[in-house]
């Protein structure tokens, strides 16, 4: 389940609570109970999928979720899995650390492991959404926002485009806050 963490080092966890804050930046933020059948629990236990198991595991995705997995017509979606051993990790890191905008929406729905989105508050304060399996989240398009992976980088989620193919990153020059990036790389269940 979602926790929204504030630079000190606080967080919030109640679902219910952690949905309005959310509601408040201008997010969409459900929880999706992931398939539970035995094959898509070994898909997502693997650190890497190949492109035949990627399409398994959509359609075990579509079977059990249907329209709440689809992409639009025109648009697309794909999986993601970030894994300690994947050779551009180090870069990759670096480049979702900036804080950027989309001209779509950023949709991602959770499987496997945690992600991070750290999002710019209109007073231009950040804060820290962590979100993991099951965790669906839509952050419209324009909103400056950053994607961290923590120190566990292991991580599969759905990426949904609404009107492209994929997301370009339009950086917008604002660094991602420091004391949210230490919090990463702590570990954030110390605070």
């Not at 080092?9 to 539970?36: F, I």
């Not at 890191?93 to 492991?113: M, S």
């Amino acid at each position: 389940m979602a926790r929204l963490f504030t630079p000190d080092g606080k967080y919030e966890a109640d679902p219910a609570t952690v949905n309005a804050l959310a509601r408040s930046l201008g997010l969409t933020l459900r929880h999706l109970p992931l398939p539970q059948d035995p094959h898509t629990a070994a898909l997502l236990a693997r650190p890497e999928l190949d492109p035949a198991q990627q399409a398994q595991l959509l359609q075990h995705l579509d079977a059990s979720l249907g329209q709440a997995v689809q992409a639009p017509a025109g648009a697309g979606r794909d999986l993601v899995a970030f894994h300690a051993d994947l050779p551009e990790l180090p870069r990759l890191r670096q480049q979702f650390a900036q804080v950027h905008t989309h001209t779509d929406h950023e949709v991602r729905y959770i499987l496997a492991g945690t992600g991070y989105f750290g999002v710019v508050r209109a007073d231009g304060s950040q804060v820290l959404l962590e979100a993991g399996p099951g965790d669906y989240l839509e952050v419209p398009a324009g909103t400056e926002h950053w994607f961290a992976l923590g120190p566990d980088p292991g991580l599969k989620a759905l990426r949904l485009f609404s009107r492209e193919k994929q997301w370009v990153a339009d950086y917008t020059g604002r660094q991602a806050d420091p004391a949210l990036l230490g919090l990463l790389q702590a570990g954030t269940d110390s605070h």
